[in-house]
């Protein structure tokens, strides 16, 4: 299930509520990086995917609001739709995933919520799949589709250069009706097919383009300059 979603610094970006442990180093595939480690009340673990993107953060922040065209770079994603924007920084959105043959897909419906700490030079999305019955206030059931309640998972953008950021994607999902030492078969699937797409988005010039009339512009500028003089 790939989610809208969509910066290392896990001291200053924790997932809310979850007793920390430590990521255990997995494996590196190709240039992305995967760690691994227990989730609380869960045989699935979480993911954790690190790569650098040579794309400016602004062109990244553009890719990962455009929810419509998750289907182009999220994991077997084939729908993303915005379901209510309280604002830029809260909206909550319905994605829905496609599973192997004769499996249904899985739907789910997510809060997201920005946070920006450009002082700093990083920002996060922060994801959480909505519980039984609120889930299902927002969007009905879907005849056809299994609807999921449990995932957490945050996009972190670490600002490197002008036009380089390192990016993380942490996410843990239950896909409901499977067991748990199957879907750990093949739970870095999504974060590192999700990076792998993220690196395709951003040389489109649409998301260039868009990047261009973010509104976090300046703050970006700042850091930099700020970067330079130090």
């Given at each position: 299930m790939a989610v809208f979603l969509l910066l290392v610094?896990?001291?200053?970006?924790?997932?809310?509520g979850?007793?920390?442990?430590?990521w255990k180093y997995w494996k590196t595939k190709k240039d992305v990086q995967l760690f691994k480690r227990s989730f609380p009340n869960s045989g699935i673990i979480e993911v954790k995917a690190v790569t650098v993107i040579d794309a400016a953060p602004e062109v990244i922040e553009a890719v990962i609001r455009d929810i419509?065209?998750?289907p182009e770079f999220m994991y077997e994603c084939i729908e993303g739709r915005e379901?209510?924007?309280f604002d830029d920084e809260n909206i909550i959105i319905l994605n829905v995933t496609k599973l192997p043959w004769p499996l249904e897909p899985r739907d789910v419906v997510v809060t997201t919520k920005v946070k920006k700490d450009f002082v700093n030079g990083r920002f996060e999305v922060a994801l959480v799949g909505l519980k039984s019955p609120e889930s299902e206030q927002y969007v009905s059931?879907?005849?056809?589709?299994?609807?999921m309640h449990e995932l957490t998972g945050t996009f972190q953008c670490e600002l490197l250069e002008r036009n380089k950021c390192r990016m993380t994607y942490i996410v843990h999902a239950d896909p409901s009706g499977l067991p748990a030492i199957v879907v750990n078969l093949f739970v870095d699937d999504n974060p590192y097919g999700t990076l792998q797409g993220l690196k395709k988005m951003v040389i489109r010039d649409k998301y260039k383009e868009l990047g261009k009339k973010s509104k976090y512009l300046e703050s970006?500028?700042?850091y930099f300059a700020s970067k330079k003089q130090s």
């Amino acid at each position: 299930m790939a989610v809208f979603l969509l910066l290392v610094t896990t001291a200053l970006f924790s997932q809310t509520g979850q007793t920390e442990v430590a990521w255990k180093y997995w494996k590196t595939k190709k240039d992305v990086q995967l760690f691994k480690r227990s989730f609380p009340n869960s045989g699935i673990i979480e993911v954790k995917a690190v790569t650098v993107i040579d794309a400016a953060p602004e062109v990244i922040e553009a890719v990962i609001r455009d929810i419509p065209a998750y289907p182009e770079f999220m994991y077997e994603c084939i729908e993303g739709r915005e379901i209510k924007k309280f604002d830029d920084e809260n909206i909550i959105i319905l994605n829905v995933t496609k599973l192997p043959w004769p499996l249904e897909p899985r739907d789910v419906v997510v809060t997201t919520k920005v946070k920006k700490d450009f002082v700093n030079g990083r920002f996060e999305v922060a994801l959480v799949g909505l519980k039984s019955p609120e889930s299902e206030q927002y969007v009905s059931p879907v005849k056809g589709h299994v609807r999921m309640h449990e995932l957490t998972g945050t996009f972190q953008c670490e600002l490197l250069e002008r036009n380089k950021c390192r990016m993380t994607y942490i996410v843990h999902a239950d896909p409901s009706g499977l067991p748990a030492i199957v879907v750990n078969l093949f739970v870095d699937d999504n974060p590192y097919g999700t990076l792998q797409g993220l690196k395709k988005m951003v040389i489109r010039d649409k998301y260039k383009e868009l990047g261009k009339k973010s509104k976090y512009l300046e703050s970006i500028e700042k850091y930099f300059a700020s970067k330079k003089q130090s």
